[in-house]
């Protein structure tokens, strides 16, 4: 086959990408109260700034756990989008203040992507963040991005953590000030950090039954003031026990049953052992980012044009060790619950099967399989959540191993007998939410990259039968398939 | 030479089916690898399996159905491909390519709008029609590879993970042993099947191979029911539906990159999901609703007529190279065999597999990279 040449790879990605729509001197992701102030601060300073959020989330990915962990115990009002934005503007004031001084809002858009040319891509026209509403998805251009994207709930398992009721502090005090859409009444809360005890305040504040926090030390772990104002507020402290298990019915959790034997009633378990900071997008990118327990784990380091502000950049540094209160929590509840015991929700992967890196239940286990485990994995090399997940399927399902990512961690971390700090951060990927195809398509995207598209490399003499070559067939064959390449 | 050791540098699907042929033979073979095996393109392509255009095509298509047994692992592998066409041009195109199918004895089917949605219920009424291949397949590459390096090691055969190859000794015409930053390994033979990094250690060889690198893209839905047919291709992307039920697909335009001796230093993806995210959505219409939970890239080599190398060397004499660019994984089963019979008898067994040698390129212009346009973008 005589092959001419042109110097140009027609089937190369260069040059027919889409332009962003717009371009911002700053967009700041995540309008809680850092964003606002950091998008305002922009905007004062005669930048040009958007402001993106992704709340009100629909219903359905509220219903996966996403980007908090509602546990399902949303009311149907979370399904109402106007009602939900009025609720956002009623609880957050300073959104008006940020409009007034030119900063562009949109509520209910998620930044699902930043990405920008480094090593292995130099495609991109400039740096660009990827949002998407509930219509459809777009890119942006930007000088500097701003984190604000927030803290997101640690989830822990136990025999009946999967089913509606178990829910984070984060999601729930979500639910109880800004959408006022909190479905349950009686709630037991998991942790008594900080965290732990300004939940159970605020739900007692309004009006919830908080029935006791649970401590796996053998004392409550938070800020004195808010210790003697739960206890003023007549809230049981159970401390040195764990949770053992949950049990419930068609609406889910109906009591705990603590490691001391003891059944409390409650519809709603609030695991508050900790907060994450949500570094889903850092991360995807290929960001610089670090370990730090007293911040609550992974934080941004912050880079020239990507920077991080709010709980998102780490928590507030008290000197508490977050990973070791983590860690202490996981050992607990390892130690009582059951091998069966779910650890990955959407994958229906028990810990058993994790630390055996056995395969899901639709495919069988010969012997050999069987005969393997994290174990015989770590003779080859030290334990990598990426390798494990995609094993065992843990963190690969449609919560983004929201749920399970951090508890998978620190299980390979306990297993491999490593510190925490040793396990690799599993790997975070665009879209970083849930996003149907129909809404991250490009339906309009320009001619050049569709001319461009091929299945593959649209080499011509990659996909000639070896049968065909030197024959009339072979030129017949790039007629046919490979038009206007190479000729 | 039975008892003699096998150095293989590079963990991925190529050299890890390599070291397993070697270790049935009875070969003492170790594995080197930069990082965990797989971790590369061998573990992030779409895990198609019909690569009729490789004179290794019969061989791959014999094993496949075997391998989980052969193996002792499962590697989930689905038998049967279907071509939809979504445009007159493609029915155009698939059709042709059927007829090539028909002609060279391989069992095709067409099928209408009708047959397709029976095989492919997400398929919509828009297509045009489709071509089922009652051959090939797909199974997952991420399991698949780990089953052929658990396979290996229980037939006696050493993994060393994290661990670069950093270069050779050679003496006599024969590389005698592969170093790494700690550990030098003697050898009677070796393969060298390390993807991008192949033209770099194989000049130290004083060896050109000539391989170019390029980034491609892939996405993945959350799980689907369950289809009759799982192995989709069309409209121009490829890709297929796994056992869980996820829609995993690749294809579009490619970014070529500098060529890295330590191998890739990141694999970004970018927003090309999208548009991948739009040909899924109007290939499988009735899918369009459901939810992309990531993306990724790999980065894969390709020789520069596309085919695989694999070839023994005459100088060093006791090397074999391999770089299946492009095409590696489906074809592994047949790859490692091929690679075996060359480390072991200097000759395929079963193919007649001259068109994959390196000679081939002795008189490629040394510009070749820049013709093609398959530079990296400055």
């Known amino acids: ?138 890119i942006v251009g930007f000088d500097n991005i701003i984190l604000a994207t927030g803290g997101r709930d640690l989830s822990m398992a136990f025999p009946g953590w999967n089913q509606p009721g178990v829910m984070g502090a984060a999601a729930l005090q979500m639910l109880l000030t800004r959408y006022e859409a909190f479905a349950g009444r009686r709630v037991l809360v998991i942790g008594s950090h900080d965290l732990a005890l300004e939940t159970a305040l605020l739900a007692k504040k309004r009006g919830i039954d908080v029935v006791g926090l649970v401590e796996v030390r053998a004392a409550p772990q938070g800020r004195s003031e808010l210790i003697t104002k739960v206890e003023a507020a007549g809230i049981a402290l159970y401390c040195g026990q764990t949770i053992a298990s949950a049990k419930g019915g068609i609406n889910g959790v109906e009591s705990a049953t603590l490691s001391s034997g003891a059944e409390i009633a409650c519809d709603t378990i609030c695991v508050a052992i900790g907060l994450i900071p949500s570094i889903e997008l850092v991360d995807a990118m290929h960001g610089e980012r670090a370990l730090n327990a007293q911040r609550g784990g992974y934080i941004p380091k912050g880079e020239a ?48 099967d994790l630390i055996g890196v056995q395969p899901p239940n639709y495919l069988t286990r010969p012997a050999p399989m069987c005969a393997r485990s994290l174990e015989t994995l770590l003779d080859d090399g030290p334990a990598n959540p990426d390798q494990i997940k995609r094993l065992t399927r843990a963190g690969m399902g449609v919560c983004q191993g929201r749920r399970c990512r951090d508890q998978v961690a620190m299980l390979l971390a306990i297993e491999a007998d490593k510190p925490f700090g040793t396990i690799p951060l599993a790997s975070h990927r665009a879209p970083v939410r849930p996003l149907p195809l129909k809404i991250l398509a490009e339906w309009d995207e320009p001619a050049a990259l569709d001319a461009a598209w091929d299945v593959w490399f649209g080499i011509p003499t990659q996909w000639v039968p070896v049968e065909d070559l030197n024959t009339p067939y072979q030129d017949e064959h790039r007629e046919m398939l490979y038009t206007g390449m190479y000729k | 030479m039975s008892g003699s050791e096998v150095v293989i540098v590079g963990g991925g699907v190529t050299g890890l089916s390599a070291g397993w042929w070697l270790a049935r033979s009875g070969v003492k073979v170790t594995v080197l690898d930069k990082f965990i095996v797989g971790w590369e393109a061998s573990g992030r392509n779409g895990g198609g399996a019909s690569h009729y255009a490789s004179p290794l095509f019969d061989e791959e298509q014999r094993l496949w159905p ?20 979504m445009t007159e041009r493609q029915w155009e195109q698939y059709r042709f390519i059927a007829e090539r199918h028909k002609r060279l004895n391989h069992p095709v089917e067409l099928l209408d709008v009708k047959q397709v949605q029976e095989a492919v219920p997400l398929a919509g009424d828009n297509c045009f029609g489709g071509v089922h291949y009652k051959f090939g397949g ?17 037939l006696g055969g050493k993994i060393i993970q994290h661990s670069p190859v950093t270069g050779f000794e050679t003496a006599g015409g024969k590389v005698t042993a592969v170093k790494t930053a700690n550990a030098t390994y003697g050898c009677d033979s070796v393969v060298v099947a390390a993807g991008p990094q192949i033209p770099q250690l194989m000049a130290q060889l004083g060896v050109n191979v000539p391989l170019a690198a390029a980034r491609a893209e892939m996405i993945i839905t959350e799980p689907a029911p369950m289809m009759p047919l799982g192995g989709v291709d069309g409209h121009k992307i490829y890709g297929r539906q796994t056992m869980r039920g996820n829609l995993a697909y690749g294809g579009g335009p490619h970014e070529w990159l500098d060529m890295d001796a330590t191998g890739p230093a990141a694999r970004p993806s970018t927003p090309l999901a999208r548009n991948l995210a739009k040909r899924l959505a109007e290939l499988l219409p009735k899918a369009a609703h459901l939810n992309v939970i990531r993306s990724w890239a790999g980065v894969i080599e390709n020789s520069p007529d596309g085919r695989p190398i694999i070839d023994r060397l005459t100088s060093p004499d006791n090397v074999v190279v391999a770089s299946m660019s492009s095409v590696g994984f489906g074809l592994s089963p047949a790859s490692g065999h091929a690679i075996r019979d060359l480390v072991m008898d200097g000759k395929c067994s079963f193919a007649d597999i001259d ?24």
């Open chain 1, 1 to 138: 086959m005589e092959l001419n040449f042109t110097g140009t790879d027609i089937c190369a990605i260069n040059g027919t990408r889409s332009a962003p729509e717009a371009h911002y001197n700053t967009v700041v992701v995540g309008a809680g109260p850092s964003g606002v102030a950091a998008a305002i601060d922009a905007a004062n300073a005669g930048l040009r700034v958007l402001l993106v959020d992704e709340n009100p989330v629909s219903g359905a990915l509220m219903g996966n756990d996403v980007p908090l962990y509602f546990g399902g115990r949303m009311t149907a009002a979370t399904q109402n989008t106007e009602r939900m934005l009025e609720a956002i503007f009623m609880s957050m004031p300073a959104l008006e203040t940020a409009m007034d001084a030119g900063v562009e809002l949109l509520l209910g858009t998620t930044a699902w992507g930043v990405y920008r040319n480094g090593p292995g891509v130099a495609s991109l026209p400039e740096q660009v963040v990827g949002l998407a509403d509930a219509e459809r998805s777009w």
């Open chain 1, 305 to 352: 044009t990507v920077s991080a502000v709010g709980d998102c950049a780490g928590l507030t540094d008290t000197g508490f060790d977050h990973i070791a209160y983590r860690m202490e929590w996981m050992r607990a509840l390892s130690s009582v619950s059951a091998d069966d015991t779910i650890i990955c929700q959407c994958e229906e992967v028990t810990r058993a």
């Open chain 2, 66 to 85: 075997q391998m989980d047994e052969l193996l002792g692992y499962p590697t989930e592998h689905q038998k049967g491909r279907i071509l939809i066409a």
């Open chain 2, 138 to 154: 797909h199974a997952n590459p991420q399991r698949s590879v780990q089953a052929y390096a658990w396979a290996l090691q229980d």
């Open chain 2, 355 to 378: 068109i994959l040698k390196l000679s081939r390129f002795d008189n490629l212009e040394s510009d070749w990279r820049e013709k093609r346009g398959w530079m990296p973008i400055t």
